[in-house]
């Protein structure tokens, strides 16, 4: 999902500015002033952290976007250790999904043939907090959804500190997906979204 679709869903908007800590308002899915005034401290957080941690290739910023303002700085972190590796392995990185809002996840959920078995607010990508990275060919134009480098790669958020690795999962491995660290459990993260 882009940005702008995320926004046209006024209170799932409203969720991820709160939970970004920029709203502080109810959730009733009118653009007020309030929730205007979070959207614009959003978009400063965000151009900050596009400053100071370097811009990427126009499919990872629409990722990028999608994120809370704090999940953004991890995003930025990660892509400019990630971006060096694959040069040096000679691939190339690319962020290429972010946030999804429930209904968007309820869509994917209904869809036949399977695509998910998550609803609605039991991803970790219906929090904006969680990016998934795929391999591409050096030229970035072939995507490779199997590749050792999955590992590599991923494996470069543990350095950071706030971020969650996929990898590391032991009952679930997801290589290609990294989130911050801010709630445990799906359950956790649910709960103070909804809130
Ligand atoms: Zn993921």
């Known amino acids: 999902m882009t940005i702008s679709e995320i926004q046209t869903d006024t209170c799932f908007w409203q969720r991820m500015l709160r939970l970004a800590e920029y709203y502080m308002g109810k959730v009733d899915g009118i ?23 370097g811009t990427y290739d126009g499919r990872s910023e629409a990722v990028i976007a999608t994120l809370l303002p704090q999940a953004q ?4 972190k990660w892509m400019s250790a990630a971006t060096k590796e694959a040069a040096r392995q000679r691939v190339c990185v690319k962020l290429i ?7 968007e996840q309820n869509r994917l ?8 078995n998550a609803r609605g607010g039991s ?3 219906n929090f904006g907090l969680a990016f ?9 134009k072939k995507y490779y959804g199997e590749s ?4 590599v790669l991923g494996n470069l958020a543990t350095a950071i500190p706030g971020a969650t690795w996929g990898g590391t999962w032991t009952s679930l ?9 801010m709630f445990n459990t799906i359950k956790a993260a649910r709960e103070a979204f909804e809130q």
């Open 173 to 181: 491995v997801d290589e290609p997906h990294i989130q911050l660290s």
């Open 73 to 76: 700085v991890l995003a930025r």
């Open 31 to 53: 653009m007020g002033p309030l929730t205007r005034a979070a959207e614009a401290k959003w978009l400063t957080a965000a151009q900050l952290a596009a400053k100071e941690y």
């Open 109 to 116: 959920y209904a869809k036949r043939p399977k695509v998910t």
């Open 132 to 140: 998934d990275f795929g391999v591409f060919s050096e030229d970035g």
């Open 97 to 103: 999904e972010g946030t999804r809002s429930y209904k």
């Open 148 to 151: 050792t480098l999955y590992k």
């Open 123 to 125: 991803s970790w990508h």
